[in-house]
């Protein structure tokens, strides 16, 4: 900020003494130049203020926005424990009409921890925080444990994922943990937006010292105007908001800033109506 302010005073000095030298006396052009530079400078010391102001109040919100994440986290997970209790059956069996009650503050509970962990990640990322294990990580294995995961919600939703990969692969180098919630959110969203219809397919191949992974599916896809949004903070296409699918519109910046932190990269290709096929590339183990 301050050379580009630099720059302009120095070209608008110059110009200023080149144009006025042409029409004034000498003194009227010192007297013109200094006139200038100092309302350069308290234009930019006013603009360099604001920049300052802003960066603090993001700085502050961002802290904030950590703070009470930490604060939600401690109740949601007694509100979890207790209901785990309830669902064990050792405070006594409940009735239909309480267990229909009991699934919905169940569901609203685990929303509410998804997007509390969400909002921690994210403010670990603004605040330069998120420290990464990378290690020798089979993606092969990763990902058949996250298919297995995903198949109940596949046979309710009538889905089908396919993985389409060698055994063999090589392994690469990453933190599998962060991979793990990387993948899974990519599958997830996969199979609300597909509405139900159609696969998942999962491929993955060896592309020189990388692995190339892409998740595509036959959903709703992305509006070709949206596009350049999706890995933005909150962010959700105007279609996908018409199925009122449950998220926080998190998932895909952070997936983004981990996968580019693992050195890799991570893009997408989407028609609105026919699909979205999400790539990402991580280095093989040396």
Same mark, same amino acid.
């Given at each position: 900020m301050f050379f580009v302010i630099g720059l302009i005073n120095i070209m608008v000095m110059v110009g200023t003494y080149f144009i006025a030298n042409r029409y004034v006396e000498p003194e009227f052009v010192a007297l013109l130049v200094l006139a200038v530079t100092a309302f350069i400078f308290i234009i930019g010391h006013f603009i360099t203020q604001s920049f300052t102001k802003l960066a603090q109040a993001n700085k502050m919100k961002t802290e904030f926005v950590s703070i009470a994440s930490h604060q939600l986290r401690t109740p949601l997970a007694g509100v979890r424990w207790s209901l785990n209790l309830f669902d064990s059956g050792h405070l006594g069996q409940l009735t239909e009409e309480q267990k229909?009650?009991?699934?919905?503050?169940?569901?609203?509970?685990?929303?509410?921890?998804?997007?509390?962990?969400?909002?921690?990640?994210?403010?670990?990322?603004?605040?330069?925080?998120?420290?990464?294990?990378?290690? /020798? *990580?089979?993606?092969?294995? $990763?990902?058949?444990? =996250?298919?297995?995961?995903?198949?109940?919600?596949?046979?309710?939703?009538?889905?089908q994922i396919i993985l389409d990969a060698d055994e063999t692969l090589p392994t690469v180098y990453s933190d599998p943990d962060k991979l793990y919630m990387v993948i899974q959110n990519l599958i997830d969203n996969a199979i609300k937006y597909s509405k139900g219809k159609g696969e998942v397919k999962i491929t993955m191949k060896q592309e020189g010292r990388l692995i190339?992974?892409?998740?595509?599916?036959?959903?709703?896809?992305?509006?070709?105007?949206?596009?350049?949004?999706?890995?933005?903070?909150?962010?959700?296409?105007?279609?996908?908001?018409?199925? /009122? *699918?449950?998220?926080?519109? $998190?998932?895909?910046? =952070?997936a983004k800033s981990i996968i580019e932190q693992s050195k890799g990269k991570i893009w997408f290709e989407s028609v609105e109506g026919q699909g979205t096929t999400f790539y990402f590339t991580l280095p093989i183990f040396k």
């Amino acid at each position: 900020m301050f050379f580009v302010i630099g720059l302009i005073n120095i070209m608008v000095m110059v110009g200023t003494y080149f144009i006025a030298n042409r029409y004034v006396e000498p003194e009227f052009v010192a007297l013109l130049v200094l006139a200038v530079t100092a309302f350069i400078f308290i234009i930019g010391h006013f603009i360099t203020q604001s920049f300052t102001k802003l960066a603090q109040a993001n700085k502050m919100k961002t802290e904030f926005v950590s703070i009470a994440s930490h604060q939600l986290r401690t109740p949601l997970a007694g509100v979890r424990w207790s209901l785990n209790l309830f669902d064990s059956g050792h405070l006594g069996q409940l009735t239909e009409e309480q267990k229909n009650f009991f699934v919905l503050i169940k569901e609203g509970n685990e929303r509410m921890i998804r997007l509390v962990n969400d909002l921690l990640d994210v403010s670990r990322i603004e605040m330069g925080r998120v420290i990464l294990v990378p290690r /020798q *990580t089979n993606l092969y294995i $990763l990902v058949e444990k =996250i298919i297995k995961n995903f198949a109940p919600l596949c046979q309710a939703s009538n889905m089908q994922i396919i993985l389409d990969a060698d055994e063999t692969l090589p392994t690469v180098y990453s933190d599998p943990d962060k991979l793990y919630m990387v993948i899974q959110n990519l599958i997830d969203n996969a199979i609300k937006y597909s509405k139900g219809k159609g696969e998942v397919k999962i491929t993955m191949k060896q592309e020189g010292r990388l692995i190339k992974t892409s998740i595509k599916d036959s959903g709703v896809g992305i509006p070709a105007k949206q596009q350049k949004f999706i890995f933005q903070k909150f962010f959700r296409s105007d279609n996908v908001m018409k199925y /009122q *699918t449950a998220g926080t519109g $998190l998932g895909l910046f =952070i997936a983004k800033s981990i996968i580019e932190q693992s050195k890799g990269k991570i893009w997408f290709e989407s028609v609105e109506g026919q699909g979205t096929t999400f790539y990402f590339t991580l280095p093989i183990f040396k």
